[in-house]
């Protein structure tokens, strides 16, 4: 049985991602900070487990691929979906905090560093593996607009990062980048127009790529992007 690793999987659209990739006979790794929480998402789901995992810290991330060697020793997809709103939503650049963008580059950013950079040889291993980095279209730097700084900033950063993994990774592990589009999470709100359901479907179409399909894009509902 295949392996996959999603961020952020305690709710919302990790959660969600983790569901579908389970009904298509995935076993799943919900990680978060909240054991509790972990625990109770993963109960509903099959084929599940939680697992404790702060992706924001080094140790961290290298204690949980230490135990995911030695427990499953094996890795087929990892989701980077672990991420959050910095700072006021509307703030414009020179009113945002810069301890908000530095904390923001690390949670949603440098995080999906922390785990490309074990992931990828863990998967070249076994020739095998398909990453998802969990991105938006604020971050594109072909629409760039204002407001949300430390998330558009960090998610541009994501985007470099899937591009660089993408060329560094063997040709058996795929990189790319999706946007979710506005989905309805507590972090979208309410007024997003789209389902949790929808949002997860183009992550688990990343995630679940034929060998002959692309690596270093940006996606939406399975269709290219501008970055």
Same mark, same amino acid.
């Given at each position: ?12 659209? $990790?959660?969600?991602?983790a ?30 487990e !939680?697992? %404790?995992?702060? %992706?924001?810290?080094d ?24 991420g959050?709103?910095? !700072? ?10 810069? $301890? ?13 560093h ?8 863990? /998967? ?12 938006? $279209?604020m971050?594109?730097?072909?629409d ?24 560094e990774?063997? &040709? ?5 980048? %999706? ?7 507590? /972090? ?15 992550? %688990?179409w990343a ?11 940006f996606?939406?509902? !399975? &269709?290219?992007?501008?970055?």
């Open positions: 049985m295949r392996v996959a690793v999603i961020t952020g999987a305690s709710q919302g659209l $990790g959660l969600e991602t569901r579908q990739l389970s009904e298509l006979g995935y076993h799943t790794i919900l990680t978060g900070r909240d054991k509790d929480a972990l625990a109770r998402a993963a109960d509903g789901v099959a084929n599940a !939680g697992q %404790v995992l702060d %992706v924001a810290d140790a961290s991330a290298a204690a949980f691929f230490d135990w995911l060697h030695d427990i499953h020793g094996r890795l087929d997809v990892l989701v980077n979906n672990a959050r709103i910095y !700072g006021a939503h509307g703030a414009s650049l020179l009113a945002a905090d810069t $301890g908000n963008l530095a904390e923001a580059l690390n949670n949603n950013a440098l995080s999906a922390r785990m490309m950079r074990r992931a990828i040889p863990m /998967m070249t291993k076994t020739g095998y593996g398909r990453i998802v980095n969990v991105s938006s $279209g971050g594109a730097v072909s760039m607009g204002s407001g949300a700084v430390p998330y558009r900033v960090s998610k541009t950063t994501m985007n470099a990062l899937t591009i660089l993994a993408a060329h990774a063997p &040709q058996c592990v795929k990189v790319n980048a %999706v946007c979710p589009g506005w989905v309805r999470t507590e /972090m979208g709100g309410q007024s997003a127009t789209r389902d949790v359901q929808s949002g997860a479907s183009g992550i %688990v995630a679940t790529l034929p060998d002959e399909d692309p690596t270093g894009g996606f939406r509902d !399975g &269709q290219p992007i501008e970055w």
